[in-house]
Structure formats: C-alpha cells, structure tokens
C-alpha cells in the first residue's frame, strides 16, 4: 500500500497499524484493536526480556515473579494478564481471518 500511502514509509509497527486505520486501508476498529494487541504483546516480551533469559515458562515462574510482571504492566494480577493477552490473540486472530481468510493446514 504503500505507493498509494506514502505516509506508511518507515513507521514502525503501531504507527502503521494506526496510520492503516486513519486512511481507511483497514477498518479503524480493526486498526486499534491490533495496535491495542500490539502494544500488550510487545510490553509483555520487552518485559521478559529484561527479568529472564530465555522463554517464559508460567510453570517455572514464582507466583512473586508473576505478580510483578503483571504489575509491570500495570494490570491488576496474572490472571488478569492472562486473560488479556488470550482475549487479545482471539481478536487479532478474527481480524486476519476477516482481512486475509482462514488459512487451511498443511
């Protein structure tokens, strides 16, 4: 789109999103949804990054550990966090199969 779109050139990932809904590319509640998502998924990972090396493993991680990484991210708990990013994947997932389709496996 982006010969349509110049304003899309070298914005990053939520400018782009937003920037798609602004000109109509996706719809703009598509738009916020996924830079809503966006912006909870990549806190969680910059998050992570910073307290552990390696994956995020919730089954190895104290419930201190867990509770502050949820406040690291200003949400009320873990659970919470949990079912924030889980309601957030099934929403961006809806979105791709509305602009893009399902995608059949194998």
Avoid: N, Y
């Amino acid at each position: 789109h982006s010969p349509q779109h110049p304003s899309l050139v070298g914005l990053g990932t939520l400018d782009t999103l937003l920037e798609a809904g602004r000109l109509g590319i996706i719809p703009i509640e598509d738009s916020d949804t996924l830079a809503q998502a966006w912006t909870l998924q990549s806190a969680l990972t910059q998050a992570t990054r910073l307290c552990i090396s390696g994956p995020f493993d919730e089954k190895q991680s104290s419930a201190v550990f867990k509770r502050r990484l949820a406040a690291l991210l200003d949400l009320p708990d873990f659970a919470f966090l949990t079912a924030e990013l889980t309601a957030s994947q099934k929403k961006v997932r809806a979105i791709f199969e509305k602009l893009i389709g399902k995608v059949k496996a194998g």
